[in-house]
């Protein structure tokens, strides 16, 4: 993934027009299909807290925010991207909504990843399925309703990884981004 140039924006809607814009330039329309997912989600009023696995420069992170949810956390274990540009665009924006944001600079699979109960968690951190899954069994317990997952195309084995939890804990691919590097999204049944 590229890394933006940014530092022009003075908005958190600057922000992630433009980093939308430069993402889609570099990787192709479809890229951030993921975005769209979970503004649909958070939209639909169901799903008020999200949290966040792999943020990098924050391009879903300022999607979410967007849609002012009541809480977002955001894990990475090199925050420093995110830093750069986002950082007080973002803090200014949720304290202008209320929105609680917390930001973890920690493994997104470790003990110290834990902690926002949210109703929508989306994954795009290390894209590989034995890292997907140790993600999957530390948060699943503490997202009560979807689970977003990017790159689910060009890796196949994420989506495998993500459909095999699926079916053993509940869930269930309820959508398949298949255009570009795609996306999956999960439902908990019942």
Sequence with gaps: MINAELGHVKTLEEFYKEIRSQQEEAHGKDYCQQHD????????GECKTYKELGTHQGGT????????PQAIELVDSDISRYNKFLKPLAE????????KLTVL?????????LGLT????????YHRAFHMQKELDMHHNNVRKYIIAHDTHSV????????????????EVIEQGKTNVGYTVLKKKG
Aim: aromatic residues 8%; charged residues 15%; proline residues 2%.
């Design 118 to 125: 949210c109703d929508l968690l989306l994954i795009d951190s």
């Design 105 to 113: 600079n920690t493994d997104s699979s470790g003990l110290g990843s």
């Design 92 to 99: 200014k924006y949720c304290k202008e909504n209320n929105i």
């Design 37 to 44: 997912a979970l503004q649909r989600l958070l939209k639909s």
């Design 61 to 68: 992170a300022a999607a979410a925010m967007l849609c002012n």
């Design 156 to 171: 196949p084995e994420l989506f495998h990884c993500l459909n095999n939890f699926g079916q053993q804990n509940g869930w």
